[in-house]
């Protein structure tokens, strides 16, 4: 069903799933013979077999579902291209995905599994990603669709759809259809090489994410020799004679490197197809004929999530001793919290899934901006006055307006942009920002339509509520565009008051002018300050269409992050009243309140600097001390899981999960399984490293070099501690939580 809007020239109307326009037009390609016009008539999502898989619009497209749209000419296949059919995603809608279209009669098909260059892509479109597809008009741009004819595209389309984790539905259940070594095993003595490859070959793409090495052998130990269910693929050195050395330890000149039973450290890729898993060996398959066996168990999944059909047993397999020597590999498995640094962690570290490393839970909380508190907050019985009720038609301005007041500075068919301020305090602890509300004057709204809405979030750049004149100027970097599109507002005669929201004491009296509060009493609700004290309900922007990263700064300073909203939208029918308190004691003398902030800045439509400019003269301050009513919904999907240092081997409170070279070490990079998060949540590992540490095993001895928190584990090259920090974030369009079952740091001794 085709459920968006598709423009005609002038017009503009909703189809359900098809539109056959009965007027006829001149050809101008076809020697002046008629011809339909070349219209869009069906836009479906679909499946290998172009059946319709989903509704238009849809929030849980599977990833490689195609698009189909029929047009009512037979369409020139060389005017189709990802500019005359525009199918983007990501910041802004800026990045263009990978796929093919192709040309059937008047069916063009959008296929995201082949690539334009005819490669494999079975992953398709991005996990839990929101796509929009535009296909324009020739008023729009020069380059459109045609058909055979060359008459252009009459109809502009406009739609998005968001994709889910998942893919097509099938039934049939994955194989192992063999394994090898690149290069191949020696032809005479069967050895494999040991700075190989080693690979498993599939009957169809596999996922990623059900990739899961083995874990330490003391981890085996502790889970009374079994391999735990989490692991899907476990590469591990046998305990056949070869590898016995001397005892049961592998040794070399250097420190004891590998012990029977540790698995091959090493990580996964896959090729295009994704039906060929690769495992490369993070140090090398051995410097010494060691053996491993490989056992694939039956947690492999095909993208449609079927189970593997065949788990089973290979090997054993014997190195051929020309690998490098093996390093050390710190392993964490989350069997037990031993080292985890509880005073920085809030993810579930195995308690409640061992083995588990999880993300907690997605939680939110509203947080109200009540302007009126400002009455109250700002206010003592020895000042002059408490601020007023200011009824703000910016951002949200119309063109009827203008039947109630003349001469509106700047004209309402200019738009407006308004940006507001608010503090860590008010803000309150580190999130996404999810939602915005804004509070209607008296609850009330009226219904109205504003076009190229644009919303913006940031932080201030110099950490101060009080704003500069410039937009721009302001923000710390760029800010996030959470919101670029349409905006429809309700009538509504009243949205609700917010249920619990502050109450204010109203606390009367100003001595030093008490014409301006003549009962001079306690319970005072001023004129001045209505309807403030009698409404604060709320309505919502823009449904977001991504979100803006919150960060508190150190929760005991205040203003070290201050947070900016913007919202640039043009001239709409009706204009809205939004709650907002004014730092003036009006109605008494008009004085502004002394040390109120500036907090909102305003001017016309994407404009980067104040209109109109500051005159004290005729009354006006831009930024000015106002507080508007406001609503922000702040979720809570990133957690931490941080560890205590892993020290050097002459330090007495090294960890039991391992230690370091010392001075000598030489760390590689991180190895984080899964690599590949479902649902689209996302594992950022970060490093930190110092000379010295205390026995805490968390304090630094600053006295000797250290470094702070970095993403590249080269910089703590040379140092005899690390330690790491692993943020899990959940995906707030699939609710995926973030899920590491090992972290492994491999290391040499240089």
């Given at each position: 069903?085709?459920?968006?809007?598709?423009?005609?020239?002038?017009?503009?109307?909703?189809?359900?799933?098809?539109?056959?326009?009965?007027?006829?037009?001149?050809?101008?390609?076809?020697?002046?013979?008629?011809?339909?016009?070349?219209?869009?008539?069906?836009?479906?999502?679909?499946?290998?077999?172009?059946?319709?898989?989903?509704?238009?619009?849809?929030?849980?497209?599977?990833?490689?579902?195609?698009?189909?749209?029929?047009?009512?000419?037979?369409?020139?296949?060389?005017?189709?291209?990802?500019?005359?059919?525009?199918?983007?995603?990501?910041?802004?809608?800026?990045?263009?995905?990978?796929?093919?279209?192709?040309?059937?009669?008047?069916?063009?098909?959008?296929?995201?599994?082949?690539?334009?260059?005819?490669?494999?892509?079975?992953?398709?479109?991005?996990?839990?990603?929101?796509?929009?597809?535009?296909?324009?008009?020739?008023?729009?741009?020069?380059?459109?669709?045609?058909?055979?004819?060359?008459?252009?595209?009459?109809?502009?389309?406009?739609?998005?759809?968001?994709?889910?984790?998942?893919?097509?539905?099938?039934?049939?259940?994955?194989?192992?259809?063999?394994?090898?070594?690149?290069?191949?095993?020696?032809?005479?003595?069967?050895?494999?090489?040991?700075?190989?490859?080693?690979?498993?070959?599939?009957?169809?793409?596999?996922?990623?994410?059900?990739?899961?090495?083995?874990?330490?052998?003391?981890?085996?130990?502790?889970?009374?020799?079994?391999?735990?269910?989490?692991?899907?693929?476990?590469?591990?050195?046998?305990?056949?004679?070869?590898?016995?050395?001397?005892?049961?330890?592998?040794?070399?000149?250097?420190?004891?490197?590998?012990?029977?039973?540790?698995?091959?450290?090493?990580?996964?890729?896959?090729?295009?197809?994704?039906?060929?898993?690769?495992?490369?060996?993070?140090?090398?398959?051995?410097?010494?004929?060691?053996?491993?066996?490989?056992?694939?168990?039956?947690?492999?999944?095909?993208?449609?999530?079927?189970?593997?059909?065949?788990?089973?047993?290979?090997?054993?397999?014997?190195?051929?001793?020309?690998?490098?020597?093996?390093?050390?590999?710190?392993?964490?498995?989350?069997?037990?919290?031993?080292?985890?640094?509880?005073?920085?962690?809030?993810?579930?570290?195995?308690?409640?899934?061992?083995?588990?490393?999880?993300?907690?839970?997605?939680?939110?909380?509203?947080?109200?901006?009540?302007?009126?508190?400002?009455?109250?907050?700002?206010?003592?019985?020895?000042?002059?006055?408490?601020?007023?009720?200011?009824?703000?038609?910016?951002?949200?301005?119309?063109?009827?307006?203008?039947?109630?007041?003349?001469?509106?500075?700047?004209?309402?068919?200019?738009?407006?942009?308004?940006?507001?301020?608010?503090?860590?305090?008010?803000?309150?602890?580190?999130?996404?920002?999810?939602?915005?509300?804004?509070?209607?004057?008296?609850?009330?709204?009226?219904?109205?339509?504003?076009?190229?809405?644009?919303?913006?979030?940031?932080?201030?750049?110099?950490?101060?509520?009080?704003?500069?004149?410039?937009?721009?100027?302001?923000?710390?970097?760029?800010?996030?565009?959470?919101?670029?599109?349409?905006?429809?507002?309700?009538?509504?005669?009243?949205?609700?008051?917010?249920?619990?929201?502050?109450?204010?004491?109203?606390?009367?009296?100003?001595?030093?002018?008490?014409?301006?509060?003549?009962?001079?009493?306690?319970?005072?609700?001023?004129?001045?300050?209505?309807?403030?004290?009698?409404?604060?309900?709320?309505?919502?922007?823009?449904?977001?269409?991504?979100?803006?990263?919150?960060?508190?700064?150190?929760?005991?300073?205040?203003?070290?992050?201050?947070f900016l909203f913007d919202a640039s939208v043009t001239e709409g029918d009706s204009f809205q009243q939004i709650r907002s308190w004014f730092g003036s004691t009006f109605p008494c003398s008009g004085v502004l309140l002394g040390g109120i902030p500036n907090r909102r800045l305003y001017a016309t439509y994407e404009e980067a600097s104040a209109n109109p400019e500051t005159n004290f003269g005729a009354g006006i301050l831009n930024p000015e001390p106002t507080v508007m009513d406001m609503c922000f919904t702040i979720t809570k999907r990133v957690s931490i899981g941080q560890s205590f240092f892993y020290t050097d081997p002459g330090n007495p409170n090294q960890t039991p999960g391992g230690s370091t070279f010392g001075a000598l070490t030489d760390y590689r990079p991180a190895e984080v399984l899964p690599s590949i998060q479902t649902g689209g949540a996302q594992v950022v590992l970060e490093f930190q490293g110092a000379t010295l540490v205390e026995a805490d095993r968390r304090t630094i001895n600053q006295a000797a070099p250290f470094t702070d928190w970095t993403q590249d584990i080269d910089e703590l090259d040379g140092l005899a501690n690390i330690r790491w920090r692993c943020s899990l974030i959940s995906n707030l369009i699939s609710l995926e939580v973030a899920r590491v079952a090992q972290i492994r740091i491999p290391m040499t001794q240089d």
């Open positions: 069903m085709l459920r968006r809007l598709i423009k005609g020239p002038g017009s503009i109307a909703t189809i359900a799933s098809v539109i056959i326009l009965s007027s006829f037009m001149t050809s101008c390609g076809g020697g002046g013979t008629a011809a339909k016009d070349m219209v869009l008539l069906e836009f479906l999502l679909v499946d290998r077999a172009q059946v319709p898989v989903a509704p238009t619009g849809t929030e849980n497209l599977p990833r490689n579902a195609q698009i189909l749209m029929v047009f009512s000419e037979l369409v020139n296949p060389f005017s189709v291209s990802n500019q005359t059919i525009q199918i983007r995603f990501g910041a802004n809608f800026q990045s263009v995905p990978e796929g093919s279209f192709s040309v059937t009669g008047n069916t063009v098909r959008f296929d995201p599994t082949v690539t334009s260059q005819g490669q494999p892509n079975p992953f398709g479109f991005q996990p839990v990603t929101q796509y929009l597809v535009d296909i324009p008009n020739f008023e729009e741009q020069q380059d459109v669709l045609q058909n055979l004819d060359f008459d252009p595209n009459l109809t502009t389309f406009f739609t998005t759809f968001t994709t889910s984790d998942g893919f097509l539905r099938e039934l049939i259940p994955p194989q192992i259809v063999g394994v090898g070594f690149i290069p191949d095993p020696d032809a005479l003595t069967g050895n494999i090489p040991a700075n190989g490859l080693f690979y498993l070959d599939f009957n169809e793409a596999m996922d990623p994410a059900t990739f899961i090495a083995g874990p330490s052998a003391s981890t085996v130990i502790a889970n009374g020799g079994a391999i735990p269910t989490t692991t899907t693929v476990d590469i591990r050195y046998t305990t056949a004679p070869i590898n016995a050395g001397a005892g049961l330890v592998i040794t070399d000149p250097g420190p004891p490197l590998l012990e029977i039973g540790e698995p091959v450290a090493g990580t996964f890729s896959f090729d295009a197809s994704a039906t060929r898993y690769f495992f490369r060996p993070t140090f090398s398959f051995g410097n010494q004929k060691f053996i491993f066996t490989a056992q694939v168990f039956q947690g492999l999944k095909d993208l449609s999530g079927n189970l593997l059909v065949n788990p089973g047993s290979f090997g054993p397999f014997t190195c051929d001793g020309t690998g490098i020597d093996n390093g050390k590999v710190i392993s964490e498995d989350f069997l037990t919290p031993a080292a985890q640094d509880p005073t920085t962690s809030d993810a579930d570290w195995g308690a409640t899934e061992e083995g588990i490393l999880k993300g907690v839970d997605i939680t939110s909380r509203d947080v109200y901006i009540f302007s009126y508190q400002y009455a109250d907050d700002f206010g003592t019985n020895t000042d002059s006055g408490r601020g007023q009720y200011a009824a703000i038609v910016d951002p949200l301005t119309g063109a009827d307006l203008n039947n109630l007041v003349s001469g509106v500075n700047p004209a309402t068919s200019l738009g407006r942009r308004a940006m507001w301020s608010y503090g860590d305090l008010e803000i309150g602890p580190s999130g996404s920002v999810t939602a915005a509300q804004w509070g209607p004057d008296s609850n009330a709204t009226f219904a109205a339509q504003y076009d190229n809405v644009i919303l913006r979030m940031g932080f201030q750049k110099n950490d101060s509520i009080s704003l500069g004149t410039s937009f721009t100027g302001n923000y710390e970097g760029s800010p996030a565009v959470v919101y670029n599109g349409d905006y429809s507002v309700t009538q509504n005669a009243n949205v609700g008051n917010t249920p619990g929201h502050p109450v204010t004491s109203h606390v009367g009296g100003y001595p030093t002018n008490p014409g301006c509060n003549p009962t001079n009493g306690v319970g005072v609700i001023f004129p001045w300050n209505a309807p403030l004290y009698d409404a604060s309900g709320f309505f919502p922007w823009p449904e977001l269409t991504t979100f803006f990263e919150w960060d508190q700064g150190s929760p005991g300073v205040e203003n070290d992050s201050v």
